[in-house]
């Protein structure tokens, strides 16, 4: 089996290349109470800054860093609270790792500003540039790279009864739409994400898993984001957030076969492994 085509090898994210011939890992770092796995285990800096040098150990190329719990049901937080959390910590990762991608996990002009000042790579924005079009014009301005991912709502009401007529095909001109606005304003370097658990019935995430190959054709490298996720949980019978590493990598691998370029994970080296089995039976 060789690799499955569509979307480019290689992305430029501001002055790195990464390399997507193989799958990469995009390592989750929450820097707030809430979060749904891992809220209020890395507020301090020094947890933190661990946290980052294990999972680049483990494999992350990229790390992705949040200051607000998007997970369902919960509130927003003001910019100064999400920059108090964030900007620091960003500033400090960056010098400390400079072989390291990073990515900021934000919806907030004014955070994704100031990390892209402090040399962040990527912005990782669940609205999908819903909540703030004018990103497409800070990562051109930066030469960013910048995660089109796909949800419906807000995160305080998103999971209330998501309706589609198509879900596959609605997605696609949601993307094919946010790609176009992106490449007006110049942005060059474009990340699919299907959004899991944004607004998406356990169905309509499982149908987005066996489907995923369907936005290839757009021509973007795709990310899934399941980890831990209530998805497998559901699968597994209400099983508990501690018990769904196994679904987790089963579910992404899943991912791997239908297209997905990154995985973004809180688990690195069981990814890492997964996508070392996946790419050796690939390039058979």
Same mark, same amino acid.
């Given at each position: 089996m060789g690799r499955q085509t569509g979307e480019p090898c290689k992305i430029k994210l501001r002055d790195v290349f990464l390399n997507l011939e193989k799958p990469a890992v995009m390592g989750v770092l929450n820097l707030t109470p809430d979060s749904f796995y891992d809220g209020g285990k890395y507020l301090a800096d020094d947890r933190? %800054?661990?946290? %980052?040098?294990? &999972? $680049?150990?483990?494999? /992350?190329? @990229? @790390?992705?860093?949040? #200051?607000e719990s998007t997970r369902p049901g919960s509130d927003p937080v003001t910019v100064e609270?999400? &920059?108090?959390? $964030?900007?620091? !910590? !960003? +500033?400090?990762a960056v010098r400390e790792f400079p072989g390291t991608l990073f990515s900021v996990d934000t919806t907030k002009y004014e955070v994704a500003k100031e990390a892209l000042e402090s040399g962040v790579h990527i912005i990782n924005d669940v609205s999908g540039l819903r909540k703030e079009p004018g990103f497409a014009e800070l990562c051109a301005q930066y030469h960013a790279g910048y995660v089109l991912m796909h949800s419906i709502?807000?995160? +305080?009401? &998103?999971?209330? /009864?998501? $309706?589609? +007529?198509?879900i596959v095909t609605e997605m696609e001109t949601f993307f094919?739409? #946010?790609i176009s606005k992106l490449i007006e304003t110049g942005v060059k370097s474009i @990340?699919?994400?299907?959004?899991f658990g944004f607004g998406k019935t356990l169905a309509h995430n499982?149908?987005?898993v066996k489907e995923m190959h369907s936005f290839l054709k757009l021509g973007y490298p795709v990310l899934a984001g399941a980890s831990r996720k209530s998805m497998i949980g559901a699968v597994l019978n209400g099983r508990a957030i501690e018990g769904r590493l196994a679904g987790t990598i089963a579910l992404h691998y899943h991912c791997l076969v239908n297209g997905a370029r990154i995985l973004r994970v809180h688990d690195v080296k069981e990814a890492a492994d997964s996508i070392e089995i996946f790419n050796a039976v690939m390039n058979q």
């Amino acid at each position: 089996m060789g690799r499955q085509t569509g979307e480019p090898c290689k992305i430029k994210l501001r002055d790195v290349f990464l390399n997507l011939e193989k799958p990469a890992v995009m390592g989750v770092l929450n820097l707030t109470p809430d979060s749904f796995y891992d809220g209020g285990k890395y507020l301090a800096d020094d947890r933190a %800054i661990g946290q %980052i040098d294990k &999972m $680049v150990a483990e494999g /992350a190329s @990229i @790390i992705d860093i949040g #200051g607000e719990s998007t997970r369902p049901g919960s509130d927003p937080v003001t910019v100064e609270i999400e &920059m108090n959390r $964030v900007i620091p !910590l !960003l +500033k400090h990762a960056v010098r400390e790792f400079p072989g390291t991608l990073f990515s900021v996990d934000t919806t907030k002009y004014e955070v994704a500003k100031e990390a892209l000042e402090s040399g962040v790579h990527i912005i990782n924005d669940v609205s999908g540039l819903r909540k703030e079009p004018g990103f497409a014009e800070l990562c051109a301005q930066y030469h960013a790279g910048y995660v089109l991912m796909h949800s419906i709502a807000t995160p +305080k009401t &998103m999971q209330n /009864a998501p $309706v589609y +007529k198509n879900i596959v095909t609605e997605m696609e001109t949601f993307f094919r739409n #946010g790609i176009s606005k992106l490449i007006e304003t110049g942005v060059k370097s474009i @990340i699919l994400d299907p959004g899991f658990g944004f607004g998406k019935t356990l169905a309509h995430n499982l149908e987005l898993v066996k489907e995923m190959h369907s936005f290839l054709k757009l021509g973007y490298p795709v990310l899934a984001g399941a980890s831990r996720k209530s998805m497998i949980g559901a699968v597994l019978n209400g099983r508990a957030i501690e018990g769904r590493l196994a679904g987790t990598i089963a579910l992404h691998y899943h991912c791997l076969v239908n297209g997905a370029r990154i995985l973004r994970v809180h688990d690195v080296k069981e990814a890492a492994d997964s996508i070392e089995i996946f790419n050796a039976v690939m390039n058979q």
